[in-house]
């Protein structure tokens, strides 16, 4: 748990405890003042009422000093000379006998499709991804293998089961091929984008910026940035130009 999240714990702990405790020691301390048991009643009603309006009245300026996340982009999200910019990327599982790569890529498929679904957009189309070699190829045959352990959905085909469910395709040096029916193409840029504008739907702050690469060691206590951009960030002041300071919470 981070140190925020203890801290939430701790803050609820404490307040659901006194609010449990004056929920029994407010009616006995009004009935030992005589009020009556429809009186007492009332009296309760109205101070539950007046603390839900007091924590909807907290909420927004809260969460306006509570923990916030930043997104900076020095071209903008999904930006021609980004990696992830253009229309497309092929999402598959296979990256020959790198584990570590096809686990990322079967735990990614998952979330990016739960998150289409959330939003309403078909950003991924279940084309199912097909690679060919020949039988020598010992990448397709770790790749198989790396699949099968990481639980990865994929059929070996034989040359002859290649051209009889792809008959569109033909390559005549090809004895094998590896087919992993639930991997497609992601509509790259538009996922992307969709990722930065959802973060900003819930909260997170979008800044077109360029990150000045820290020096030192350790972890940078805060992020400069060489635009000018007014964010919620501190200012400070280079000799050449004015550079902005995102502190890290
Ligand atoms: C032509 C091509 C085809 C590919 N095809 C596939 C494929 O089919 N399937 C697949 O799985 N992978 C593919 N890849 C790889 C995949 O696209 C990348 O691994 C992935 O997009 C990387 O995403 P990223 O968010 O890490 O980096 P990026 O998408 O490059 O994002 C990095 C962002 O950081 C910003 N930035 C950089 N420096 C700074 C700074 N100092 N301050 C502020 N912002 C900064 C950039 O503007 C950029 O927007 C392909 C890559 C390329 C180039």
């Not at 404490?14 to 009186?39: I, S």
Request: contains cysteine; hydrophobic residues 40%.
């Amino acid at each position: 748990m981070t140190a925020d999240g203890r801290l939430v714990f701790a803050a609820k702990t404490t307040r659901t405890f006194c609010y449990g405790f004056l929920g029994v020691l407010f009616p006995v301390y009004l009935a030992e003042h005589g009020m009556g048991a429809r009186q007492i009643g009332v009296a309760v009603t109205l101070t539950l009422l007046a603390s839900a309006a007091m924590t909807f009245a907290i909420r927004r300026p809260a969460e306006r000093y509570g923990a916030r996340v930043a997104l900076l982009d020095a071209y903008g999200a999904a930006n021609s000379r980004s990696s992830s910019g253009g229309e497309t990327r092929i999402i598959r599982m296979g990256y020959g006998p790198d584990e570590l790569y096809t686990q990322w890529a079967a735990r990614s498929l998952p979330v990016w499709q739960e998150f289409f679904v959330r939003i309403e957009r078909p950003l991924f189309h279940k084309t199912g991804v097909l690679w060919v070699s020949d039988d020598a190829d010992g990448h397709l045959s770790a790749m198989v293998r790396t699949m099968g352990e990481a639980g990865v959905v994929c059929e070996r085909l034989s040359s002859e089961e290649i051209q009889k469910r792809f008959p569109q395709l033909h390559f005549p040096d090809v004895t094998c091929g590896v087919y992993e029916p639930l991997s497609g193409v992601l509509m790259a840029r538009q996922s992307v984008q969709a990722v930065v504008q959802d973060a900003i739907e819930h909260g997170a702050e979008y800044f077109n910026a360029s990150v000045v690469p820290p020096n030192g060691s350790g972890r940078p206590a805060s992020v400069k940035t060489g635009s000018t951009t007014p964010p919620t960030a501190t200012r400070s002041t280079s000799s050449s130009s004015t550079r902005q300071s995102i502190r890290r919470r």
